[in-house]
């Protein structure tokens, strides 16, 4: 299992004025936030800082004092792997790609997460346009 | 832009550093950071602040440095390998209480009781000692020096022969019923461990390009040169240099090509030397057929055979003592015999738990290495892991009489002070790998 420091939500921060998310909601979504941004392709600390902004249009703002204790763990439960570059005049940069062991974590992450957000979506959607008949 | 050596930076640095214990890992967090502040100091500066404002900026960003050294030092927090560590421990005990039962039963000549378990208990703590020093011992240090390691290997075995051939003996070298011996130490057996040192060191970095097809086949091949010209006991550790070598090859990254290359010259080697050697012959056929010549040559091969035969699933524990205890009165049956010793003693079940045991040990093995990430960790563990997993397949294929008998001990078990001090010396440093698994690039000196 996944498993993710309830610290590490800190550092997420809420982008801009847009909307407002709450810290639970975020909490243990991360380690999949980034799990999937590397299935599609490697990437080192910085690019995933960007692609996350990029990707959740700025309201999700991943902080590097969250990202990089989430790699090495990941990375130290096999669920990522690195490597470094360094060819010559360049500098030293660290890529993280996705495991096999990762794509299956992954695969069972969204899953239930698929699950987790249609019951609540049909719990909350009856509530909000109030099909809920008394 | 490199940043790497600005104060404001630095001190940054240091602060996280300060958090983190393993030191070791130091080097590569800080080059990982500072990646990530200078893509973060160029973004600040392609906006329009100065050098000096976009650095600050970039740190504010960065935030915390406690915290995140704090975070950072509970994922790398060092641990021991400690599956291998215990299955080398109950492979050792295994030995001590076989080599206990054989000796109070008076099957070990030439040493008493007393003096064996004695000596057999100090081999226990040394190697305890041995392995807990390598494993705070940075193993990188030694990669500067493999190439020495390899001129002096090939010079021992070189210079050991001709002192020996002379002298019969002189300063460190000795010669031992044919063996050229240093400190009294069976150099056959250390050969293999110090090429492996020395091949790992050599081949960490990648050597298979075109122009160094040359140098690797004189590189490897040399060694196998020196073993059959200068070694008097030839066959063992050729087996264990050419298992050793062909892993090296395969994981430094050599094509199928070589690996195939090497297995043809490794088995030709072979043959030729059995063919040239009328003794080899003897044995070989022996092994075909071992009741050809039952009171002569085949002798041991006879009787290991019997001792396996007579064995029962849980052993003839109980007999020991009474006039059947003869059939363990062989030579080696503390030291390369000892598995049939123990199934003699203990039965086909103690047995099949030291193969299950091995097969446990081997696939933790195969783990440690593909989960080191430095390559040259990475070849050392796969060295020595092919110099253990050799001795055991081939001492267990021989006892159950499926491989010609040659002087390849069981790892731990046998009993023989250089050879497990030599395995022991691999366990520290496959320790020592382990311990710095996630550490990549040079050492800092």
Known sequence: MLYIDSRYIDGIGIGGEIMKISKELINGSTGTLVLSLLEERSMYGYELIKEIDKKSNGIFEFKEGTLYPLLHSLESDGYLESYWDSREGKRKRKYYSITHKGKKELADKKEEWTIFSKTVNKIIGENTYGFNAE | ?445
């Not at chain 2, 704090?70 to 421990?89: C, G, M, R, V």
């Not at chain 2, 003693?345 to 103690?350: I, N, P, S, V």
């Open chain 2, 1 to 445: 832009m490199d940043l790497m050596q600005n104060e404001r930076i630095k001190v940054y640095m240091d602060l996280v550093c300060s958090q983190i214990k393993f030191k070791e890992i130091h080097k590569n967090i800080r080059e990982e950071l500072a990646d990530h502040l200078s893509n973060l100091v160029e973004e600040n500066m392609e906006k329009g602040l100065s050098l000096e404002e976009a650095i600050n900026m970039g740190i504010k960003q960065m935030g915390d440095p406690y915290v995140l050294g704090q975070d950072l030092n509970k994922i790398h927090k060092p641990k021991p390998e400690w599956s291998i560590l215990a299955l080398t421990f109950i492979f050792t005990l295994i030995g001590i209480l076989a080599i206990y039962i054989l000796s109070s039963n008076e099957l070990i000549p030439g040493m008493s009781t007393y003096g064996i378990m004695k000596s057999s208990i100090i081999m226990l703590f040394l190697g305890v000692g041995t392995v807990l020093i390598l494993y705070f011992f940075d193993y990188r240090k030694i990669k500067p020096i493999s190439k020495s390691i390899y001129i002096i290997t090939s010079l021992l075995l070189v210079v050991g022969k001709i002192i020996g051939n002379i002298y019969g003996g002189f300063g460190i070298f000795k010669v031992v019923r044919g063996r050229v011996m240093i400190f009294s130490t069976d150099l056959g057996y250390i050969v293999p461990f110090l090429y492996a040192i020395a091949l790992s060191g050599i081949f960490a970095e990648n050597r298979w390009k075109k122009d160094k097809v040359i140098s690797n086949l004189i590189i490897l091949f040399l060694p196998m040169i020196l073993i059959i010209t200068f070694q008097r006991s030839i066959i063992p550790p050729i087996v264990m240099y050419f298992a050793m070598a062909s892993v090296l090859i395969l994981v430094s990254g050599g094509s199928i090509k070589y690996i195939l290359g090497s297995m043809g010259i490794g088995v030709g080697v072979v043959i030729f030397l059995v063919v040239n050697s009328p003794y080899r012959i003897e044995r070989l056929k022996n092994f075909i057929n071992p009741f050809r010549d039952p009171l002569g040559s085949g002798y041991l091969d006879v009787q290991l055979r019997k001792i396996i035969a007579s064995a029962g699933f849980l052993g003839n524990r109980i007999n020991i003592n009474s006039g059947e205890s003869n059939v363990l009165n062989l030579p080696g049956m503390h030291t390369n015999y000892i598995f049939s010793s123990i199934i003699y003693t203990f039965g086909w079940l103690a047995g099949i738990f030291i193969i299950v045991l091995s097969i446990i040990f081997f696939i933790r093995l195969f783990k440690i290495t593909k989960e080191v990430k430095d390559n040259y960790g990475k070849l050392l563990v796969a060295t020595f892991s092919s110099l253990f997993i050799i001795q055991f397949i081939y001492n267990i294929l021989m006892i159950l009489g499926l491989a010609p008998l040659t002087d390849i001990s069981m790892p731990f078990i046998s009993y023989g002070t250089t050879l497990n001090m030599v395995n022991m010396v691999m366990i520290g440093i496959i320790s020592s790998v382990y311990r710095r698994k996630e550490v990549v690039g040079e050492i800092n000196f």
